[in-house]
């Protein structure tokens, strides 16, 4: 017996896959107390730019803060400006021919000339549409306003008539509703097509003020244009 214990000590001691000492149960019937595996560490925290920093990703990043429209709905003139010439071209033809203004704003807004007729044109439509069956423009702002809510997406603006954030810290309601972003983002479309429904020459004027501010007409791409002149014409004079 006592040689095949040791042997069998000999055996436990030379495996790999047991701590030196011994297996579980050695030959006297001793156990070994195994320590627990240590606690994985916590994730590193830190800040980087004020915001909390956990395993390298930022957590709870702030959004931008939104950025106002360059000129309010009802501002028909603009503002006192180097665009003030421009600003009374918009508001003249938000009177008289909305359907030019329009097209001109999708196609300064996707930046590449030839979309002016396919939104010129079918807005034209459902304006003649409109007064023709009701009497007043009613059918071409249910088109019209996804232009808009694009333009403030893009350039991150509030709605049209400031921030819901601003309006639930003055009222001091629907605080829950505005923290979604999804819900927040159904009420500012709601607001874009209220605003073109009920003001939309002016909200068509508002839009071609914020557009031409911010970008150039895709005719020029913002390169300046060379003209070349021909010499004059020169006369040969007979010498003294």
């Not at 009701?134 to 702002?141: D, R, T, V």
């Not at 979604?180 to 073109?196: F, I, K, P, Q, W």
Request: aromatic residues 8%; contains cysteine; proline residues 9%.
């Amino acid at each position: 017996m006592g040689a095949a214990d040791d042997a069998n000590h000999r055996h436990e001691e030379a495996s790999p896959l047991l701590p030196p000492g011994g297996g579980g149960a050695g030959a006297g019937g001793k156990k070994l107390h195994q320590s627990p595996p240590p606690s994985p560490p916590e994730a590193a925290k830190c800040c980087a730019d004020g915001v909390p920093v956990v395993m390298g990703e930022p957590l709870g990043a702030p959004a931008p803060p939104r950025e106002s429209w360059n000129s309010g709905v009802l501002s028909c003139l603009g503002r006192n400006d180097e665009f003030c010439s421009s600003d009374v071209e918009v508001c003249l033809l938000g009177s008289i021919a909305p359907c030019v203004l329009y097209g001109s704003n999708v196609e300064r807004f996707a930046a590449r000339p030839g979309t002016f007729a396919n939104s010129c044109l079918p807005y034209t439509g459902l304006y003649m549409l409109g007064n023709a069956l009701f009497g007043w423009n009613c059918i071409a702002p249910w088109f019209s306003h996804h232009t808009r809510t694009a333009i403030r997406r893009r350039y991150n603006l509030e709605a049209s008539f400031g921030s819901f954030e601003a309006f639930t810290k003055q009222c001091g309601c629907c605080h829950g509703l505005v923290e979604d972003e999804g819900n927040r983002e159904h009420l500012e479309v709601a607001c874009d097509l209220a605003t073109h429904y009920f003001c939309h020459p002016c909200a068509l004027c508002q839009e071609g003020r914020e557009l031409r501010r911010r970008v150039p007409h895709p005719g020029f791409n913002g390169r300046s244009v060379l003209v070349m002149t021909p010499p004059k014409e020169q006369t040969m004079g007979r010498g003294m």
